[in-house]
C-alpha cells in the first residue's frame, strides 16, 4: 500500500484497494520455500478446498486495512475497527479463492498476446487507463505509459517492478473474472411466458373473502407435544437447520463496573481545575499535550473538525478565551483558541516522496529534494520526475497526483504547507513519512478557521468503583461451578444472560464488548465448564459457563428443540383447526356459511396481487393468496395452512390486466433479466461456498 494511504482518506476506494491488496497476496510466493510443512500448518489463518492462507501474509493485510477504516472513520485504533478489518479480509479472501479455483476449472486464461494488447493496445485496460492519466489534462498518456515501461525495464528499482507486476496481475485477473462473468451472464435468460407471468403476477388484481381460524385461539395448554411431532416437523424443515459453522451456547453474568455520579463528578472537577490552568498557561499546545487523554493536533481546524459542542463555540470568540468545560459521549471538554484567521476550503495538489532514510538522513533527503524543486522551476515534468523518484506507489502511478482534498486530511506539516502557499508554488516538507515535494495546483473556496488547544477528560471508574465490581464477581466465581452457577446467581442476585449461538469470531455478547481471550476459552472449554478466570473489559468484569456445543453441519433435532418449539405447536394447532374448519366446510356451498357454523365472519379483501401476497391487517401469507389466485370464482377452497392460522377462501372476481404489447414485454424481459443476473451471481457465490471445504483458524490468531 502506497505510503500516502496513510496520509489521507481516498472514501470510495477503500474496497478496491483491499481487493487488489488480496489478489496481489494470494497470487504471490506466499510460502517461504524450505518451511516445514507442519510450521506451515499452525502459520495458516484458514484455507479454502486446501488453498490457504499463511498468518504472516494475512495479518499484514489486517493491518493495511485497519489503518485505513481509522483513516476513512477518522478515530485512534479500537478493538472494533480491527475486528471489522479481519472480518473484511477473511470475507476477501474467501471470495477470491472461490472465484479463483472456478476460473482454473474452466480453463479460463488471458494469453500473453491479449495480455500486451490490454497493456498497450488501442483499447487499453481501464486500469492502464487510471494509472496514467495525465492529471494536467485529465487524458490517458500514452507516452508517459511507455516512458514507465522503459524505466521498469531498465533503470527500475525493486518497487517499481513489484508495482508493475502487481498492475499486471490485476489486469490479468480483471480479465478472467471479465470472462466468468459473461459466461455466466450469458447462461441467463428470460422467456416471453416467464415475461408475461411475471407481469400478471404484479398487475392481475384478486378479491375474494377469507374465513381465518388462528392459531393463538388455542391455548397453549390445550396441546401436549410429542417427540414425533418435534421429529416430523425437524425432518421437513432440516436444511434450515445446518450450522456453517460451530458455535457454543453459554450462559454468564456481568458485573457493571461503569462509572458512577461519584466518578463524573470526579472527573468534573478536574477538567474545571485544567481549565482554570489553561486560562492562565502561557504554553497552551505543551499544555494540552500533557494533560489531555486525546493528543489532539495542535494544528488549525476547520468548522466541523472539533465535538458538535465545541464546533458550535470556537469560531464565534475571540482569539484568547477558553471555553467549555462541555460533555460528550462520556468525555469532557476545554479548548482555548490561540489563533484565528481565514483559509482555502480545500487544495489540489501533486507530491513526490523521498524516504528519508534511504536518502541516508533527513538532511541528504532534503537537499535532494531542493535539487528536484529546481529541475521542476526549469519546466521538467512533474508527472515524470514523480515516476522516476516518488516512493509513495499510490500516487506515483498518476504523476504523484493527490487530488483535491479538505483540510485536516494530512499530515499537520503537509496542511500546513499546501493550505498556507499560493497556487503554483513548489515547496518542500518533512513529515514523519519523509521528505515530500509538493506541487500546489489549486486552491477552492475561504472560510475562517482556528488553531486550539483542546483538553479533554474521559470519565472513568474511579478505583472504589472498579473494587466494589470486582468484589462480586470474586464472591461469585469462588462459589459457583457447572452445577450450581443458576443457584448462586440467584441467591447473590446476579442477573444470567443467555448466548445461544455464539461463533468463534464474536466480539461482543448482546452488545456488551467482550475480550478475545474470553471467546478463545469459550471455543476451547467443554460442554458444563465454568470459565477458568473472572475475564474483564473496561467497564464489566464477566463469568461464564458453557451450556451446550453446536458442531458445524447438521445440528441435531435436541439441538433445536428449544429454537422450534413454537412452530411445533403451530404445527399441531393447525392439524387441530384444521379437521375444526374442514367440517364447518362440509355441505357449505360459500365461505359465508362454513364462517356462520364456527360463529364467525369472513373478510372480504380486494385489489390483492400475487406478487405482494399480504392480507391487510393479518400478516404475509403466501400459501392463502397462492391458493386464491389458483382458484376459480365462486369456488370454495379446501383448508389452507397459513402463518398465522388456518384459512378457507373463495374468490368474487378477477380483473385482469391490459394486455402486455410488443414494446412492454421488451421492457419487462430486460428488468426481469438484470435482476436475474443479480440473484445469479449472489446464488452461485453462495452455492460454491456451501460447496467448499472452508477451514477457518482465524480464532487461533485474532
Known amino acids: 500500500m502506497g505510503l500516502m494511504s496513510y496520509l489521507r482518506n481516498r472514501a470510495g476506494l477503500v474496497v478496491t484497494i483491499i481487493g487488489l491488496a488480496i489478489v496481489a497476496f494470494l497470487l504471490g510466493d506466499i510460502i517461504n520455500v ?18 490457504s492462507i499463511d498468518y504472516q501474509v494475512f495479518n499484514a493485510q489486517v493491518d493495511q486495512t485497519t489503518a485505513m477504516y481509522q483513516q476513512q472513520m477518522g478515530g485512534a485504533a479500537s478493538p472494533q475497527i480491527r475486528s471489522y478489518a479481519v472480518q473484511q479480509v477473511w470475507n476477501q479472501f474467501v471470495s477470491q479463492e472461490l472465484l479463483k479455483q472456478e476460473i482454473e476449472k474452466l480453463g479460463l486464461i488471458v494469453g500473453k498476446d491479449e495480455l500486451n494488447s490490454l497493456v498497450t493496445g488501442n483499447n487499453p485496460s481501464p486500469q492502464i487507463v487510471q494509472a496514467f492519466t495525465n492529471p494536467e489534462t485529465g487524458q490517458f498518456d500514452k507516452n508517459q ?119 463524573t463528578a470526579a472527573t468534573k472537577s478536574t477538567i474545571e481545575q485544567l481549565k482554570t490552568e489553561l486560562v492562565n498557561s502561557k504554553t497552551d499546545s505543551l499544555f494540552a499535550a500533557v494533560n489531555s487523554d486525546t493528543k489532539h493536533p495542535f494544528t488549525y481546524i476547520r468548522k466541523g473538525q472539533a465535538s458538535p459542542d465545541l464546533d458550535s463555540v470556537l469560531f464565534n470568540v475571540p ?98 504547507a499546501v493550505f498556507s502557499g499560493k497556487p503554483g508554488e513548489v515547496v518542500v516538507v518533512n513529515s514523519r513519512f519523509g521528505t515530500h515535494i509538493i506541487k500546489i495546483e489549486k486552491q477552492i473556496g475561504n472560510s475562517k478557521i482556528v488553531k486550539a488547544a483542546i483538553v479533554d477528560k474521559t470519565i472513568n471508574s474511579g478505583k472504589a468503583t472498579t473494587d466494589a465490581a470486582y ?61 477458568e478466570k473472572i475475564f474483564d473489559t473496561d467497564q464489566h468484569f464477566i463469568v461464564a459457563r458453557v451450556v451446550d456445543i453446536q458442531p458445524k453441519g ?22 387441530m383447526l384444521t379437521e375444526k374448519l374442514n367440517n364447518a366446510l362440509n355441505g357449505a356451498s360459500n365461505v359465508d356459511q362454513a364462517a356462520q357454523k364456527l360463529g364467525k365472519a369472513a373478510v372480504a379483501v380486494e385489489n390483492i396481487v400475487l406478487a405482494n401476497p399480504v392480507l391487510p391487517g393479518v400478516a404475509l401469507e403466501p400459501a392463502v393468496v397462492g391458493t386464491a389466485f389458483g382458484l376459480q370464482p365462486n369456488k370454495v377452497s379446501k383448508s389452507v395452512k397459513g402463518i398465522q392460522g388456518v384459512y378457507a377462501v373463495q374468490v368474487n372476481s378477477f380483473v385482469n390486466p391490459a394486455e402486455l404489447v410488443a414494446s412492454d414485454m421488451a421492457n419487462q424481459k430486460k428488468q426481469m433479466l438484470a435482476s436475474k443476473s443479480q440473484r445469479a451471481w449472489a446464488s452461485i457465490y453462495q452455492a460454491l461456498q456451501n460447496k467448499a471445504d472452508i477451514d477457518d483458524n482465524r480464532i487461533r490468531f485474532y
Open 34 to 51: 524450505g518451511t516445514p510443512f507442519w510450521a506451515k500448518s499452525q502459520n495458516q489463518v484458514g484455507s479454502v478446498n486446501g488453498e
Open 554 to 575: 447438521h445440528l441435531s433435532l435436541d439441538a433445536v428443540k428449544p429454537q422450534i418449539e413454537a412452530q411445533v405447536k403451530n404445527e399441531v394447532k393447525a392439524k
Open 145 to 263: 505509459l511507455n516512458t514507465f515501461i522503459s524505466q521498469v525495464n531498465t533503470q527500475g528499482t525493486p518497487e517499481m517492478v513489484q508495482q508493475w507486476e502487481m498492475l499486471l496481475e490485476n489486469i490479468r485477473n480483471e480479465r478472467l473474472n471479465q470472462k466468468y462473468s459473461n459466461l455466466l451472464s450469458n447462461s441467463v435468460y428470460v422467456t416471453a411466458l416467464e415475461a408475461q407471468d411475471e407481469y400478471n403476477q404484479r398487475n392481475k388484481l384478486a378479491n375474494f373473502k377469507y374465513l381465518m381460524l388462528d392459531y393463538s385461539s388455542v391455548k397453549d395448554g390445550e396441546i401436549k407435544l410429542t417427540d414425533g411431532d418435534y421429529k416430523a416437523y425437524y425432518d421437513a424443515h432440516k436444511n434450515a437447520f445446518k450450522n456453517p459453522e460451530e458455535t457454543r451456547s453459554i450462559e454468564y453474568v456481568l458485573f457493571d463496573a461503569t462509572p458512577t455520579a461519584n466518578d
Open 471 to 531: 468484589t462480586k464477581a470474586n464472591n461469585f466465581f469462588g462459589d459457583a461451578n457447572s452445577k450450581n452457577f443458576s443457584d448462586i446467581a440467584a441467591k447473590q442476585g446476579a442477573k444470567i444472560q443467555k448466548i445461544d449461538r455464539a461463533v468463534a469470531m464474536d466480539n461482543n455478547f448482546n452488545g456488551v464488548e467482550v475480550p478475545r481471550d474470553l471467546v478463545r476459552w469459550l471455543f476451547e472449554a467443554k460442554k458444563g465448564e465454568i470459565s
Open 319 to 416: 482569539v484568547g478565551t477558553t471555553v467549555g468545560p462541555f460533555l460528550s459521549n462520556g468525555v469532557y471538554e476545554i479548548a482555548k483558541v490561540v489563533d484565528a484567521k481565514f483559509s482555502p476550503d480545500s487544495v489540489k495538489a501533486s507530491h513526490i516522496l523521498l524516504n528519508a532514510t534511504a536518502e541516508g538522513g533527513v538532511d541528504k533527503a532534503t537537499a535532494k529534494a531542493d535539487s528536484i524543486k529546481g529541475l521542476i522551476q526549469k519546466g521538467e515534468s512533474f508527472s515524470a520526475l514523480a515516476v522516476q523518484f516518488s516512493v509513495d506507489q499510490g500516487s506515483k502511478v498518476n504523476g504523484g497526483d493527490l487530488g483535491t482534498f479538505p483540510r485536516g486530511q494530512m499530515v499537520p506539516e503537509f496542511d500546513e
